[in-house]
């Protein structure tokens, strides 16, 4: 266990469904991250969070919709997906915004989506 | 924006022997060049990095080397063992502010017994 706790770890669902990721972290960090992971494709990175204020989207999809309601806890929401969004969905964090480069980033396992 | 590079996609090495991945980056600007490895049914981890005011970097089995004139870094990893079958990843990015990191496309190495 790294710290950084990602629910469910598998997840399959329709496209017109709507369901939620969840991420949570008790190291005391600052800033939090969406990373998406695509067989043979580099991470991409999806959303910013630092100190619970979203501080970039990359240009991601209106049908992914992130939260972060405290400095802990980070969501993913998803509805009307589809097929290509199937991938792992990695959750991080970091003491702050750039704090990454100097400690690192502590990953979740992630959540293995599958969109049917 | 950066490009990283990383070569070769999979990789098989019997036990015992070295392993040594390679990254290529693209923006002269980046100082600062982590690696992560990835278990299965993990996420990535970091396992060590590197800074452009030094040329190499070792911790027990692993080492890492930087050349920035040329803009490559490599990671080798040495009497490799089979918990160190795994996908690696290099990442390069400018240790300023909110700069974040780009990683390359991965490489899965196999420690074969």
């Known amino acids: 266990e790294t710290g950084v706790t990602q629910t469910p770890r598998h997840l399959v669902m329709g496209m017109t469904n709507k369901k939620s990721l969840k991420c949570e972290q008790h190291?005391?960090?600052?800033?939090m991250y969406w990373y998406k992971q695509s067989a043979k494709k580099p991470l991409e990175l999806m959303f910013v969070y630092s100190l619970e204020e979203r501080v970039e989207n990359n240009s991601v999809p209106s049908r992914f919709s992130p939260e972060c309601p405290n400095s802990s806890h980070l969501f993913l929401h998803l509805h009307t997906l589809q097929p290509e969004d199937s991938a792992l969905y990695l959750c991080?964090?970091?003491?702050?915004?750039?704090?990454?480069?100097?400690?690192?980033?502590?990953f979740g396992s992630g959540t293995r989506l599958t969109v049917v | 924006g950066e490009n990283v590079e990383q070569h070769p996609s999979t990789l098989s090495v019997q036990e015992g022997d070295s392993a040594v991945i390679k990254c290529t980056y693209s923006?002269?600007?980046?100082?600062?060049f982590p690696w992560y490895k990835q278990e299965l049914g993990k996420g990535p981890q970091l396992i060590i990095d590197i800074r452009s005011n030094v040329g190499e970097k070792k911790d027990q089995r692993i080492a890492v080397t930087l050349n920035k004139t040329a803009k490559h870094f490599s990671l080798h990893i040495t009497e490799t063992q089979p918990e160190d079958s795994a996908v690696y990843f290099c990442?390069?990015?400018?240790?300023?502010?909110?700069?974040?990191?780009?990683f390359g496309t991965g490489t899965r190495l196999t420690i074969i017994p």
């Open positions: 990442a390069a990015s400018i240790d300023f502010g909110n700069e974040k990191l780009t």
């Open positions: 991080a964090s970091s003491q702050d915004v750039g704090g990454g480069l100097r400690d690192g980033y502590t």
């Open positions: 923006d002269s600007a980046s100082n600062y």
């Open positions: 190291l005391g960090h600052n800033a």
